[in-house]
């Protein structure tokens, strides 16, 4: 079943205690050429600000520079979020990197700031942006569509590129945005699991086709922790922990090195609130990791599955990407 579905990755170009930029951005780039040589699907990077430990704050640059270090994969936004953007800087940013890198450049919306209220509000004065959320992605279709005579603002480059948008969320909103829209929608398990089954649902019930898509197309982000072991991914599952507990309580968003036990760093209720959280990850070996993602598969209908993969160590994340191949190998033999 695995066999037919595409794995992508989602990034924040996450960052270790005492490394730098550079450092960081490096070892991504170096990750997204992992995965483009494993045969993944997409690498997107997410637009967050003002959190120390994750560098993706400038992510159509990333997006370019990933795009230009690799070969096939397609490289995309997961997402830009567009209220603290004017659709027509978008609108050219994103043609231009199509126009550099032809069919492969995706742009994913989301109508979250990526950021604490203080940095949203210097990123962008009007804190009703996201009420417009709607309207400015059609605005995106149409600066990315054919040339209008009708138009007096084009995106140039961007015009007639027809950059790929899908729909990112993690509530009702933006899947019942999707199905009006006709646009492929992805799904946010990878932080926020709670109105999962209810967005799906609500996606493909009211979808409505279109030049974009004939039907529905869903992709659901998950948490992956992979690694040779079940005992191992579990070992190595403490970072997310840690850092969710670090989001949690307002810290800095380091990549931590794994503990054997998570006891005395958290409360009962933070334990409660982490676990749910990341209550989809998908933890173990390859065996377990193929169990696990086609028991959601079949009970979602995924068309894709992106990860998030916050390892500690470099080898260890890279060597994540062949462990989740392996399990795909593994489901295709059967």
Known sequence: MLSNI?????DLAPMTKGSNASET????VKYAQKADQLGFNRFWLAEHHNMPGIICSATSILIGHIAGKTERIRVGSGGIMLPNHSTLVVAEQFGTL???YPSRIDLGLGRAPGSDSITSQALNSDMRRAENFPNEVS???KLLGPYNSNSRIRAIPGEGTNVPIWLLGSSLFSA???AEKGLPYVFAGHFSPRFLHDAVA???QNFKPSN???QPYFMLALPLVAAETDAEAHYLSTTSKQRVLALMRGKELWLTPPVKTMDGLWTAQEKQQVDSFLSLSVTGGPASIKHKLEMIAQQL???EFIFTNDLYDAEKRNRALEILMEAKQLSSNE
């Open 202 to 204: 609500l996606y493909k």
């Open 139 to 141: 605005e995106l279709q």
């Open 6 to 10: 595409p794995f992508s990755l989602l």
């Open 25 to 28: 951005l490096t070892k991504t």
């Open 301 to 303: 209908g995924v068309d």
């Open 176 to 178: 019942q945005l999707a």
């Open 212 to 214: 974009t898509l004939s």
């Open 98 to 100: 199509e126009s550099l």
